[in-house]
């Protein structure tokens, strides 16, 4: 075998092994953050949703990703990743508790302010 085709392959495989465990990395770094901050309850309104759609080519299935931001007292906004179930259940202009860990949603709960009927 060639001495250029056994460096190229190993460069390939040096490069799939340093994406791996890139990805690896960066995910337990957002988990130990995340397990590291305090669990905050905060009051806040739900001011924006999203969605986020990947996958999905050929015969493979697509997947969405659900974000609801949330607007603080002091004017400050944190975007949180929801289940499907939370993400449909959250309207804009929802006012309540949320309870959040870093970037993990954890609950929000909902106030019920009486609206003027006319």
Do not use: C, H
Request: hydrophobic share 45%.
């Amino acid at each position: 075998m060639p001495v250029f085709f056994r460096l190229f392959i190993g460069a390939i495989f040096l490069v799939v092994i340093s994406v791996f465990a890139y990805v690896i990395i960066k995910g337990l770094r957002i988990w130990l953050s995340n397990n590291a901050s305090e669990l905050e309850i905060r009051m806040g309104t739900a001011v924006a949703k999203r969605t986020e759609v990947w996958g999905g080519s050929g015969d493979s299935r697509a997947n969405t990703d659900y974000f609801v931001t949330f607007e603080f007292e002091d004017f400050s906004r944190k975007e949180l990743q929801v289940s499907g179930q939370k993400y449909g259940t959250i309207v804009e202009g929802d006012r309540g508790e949320l309870l959040f860990q870093g970037t993990r949603f954890k609950a929000f709960d909902r106030s019920i302010a009486e609206r003027g009927m006319n």
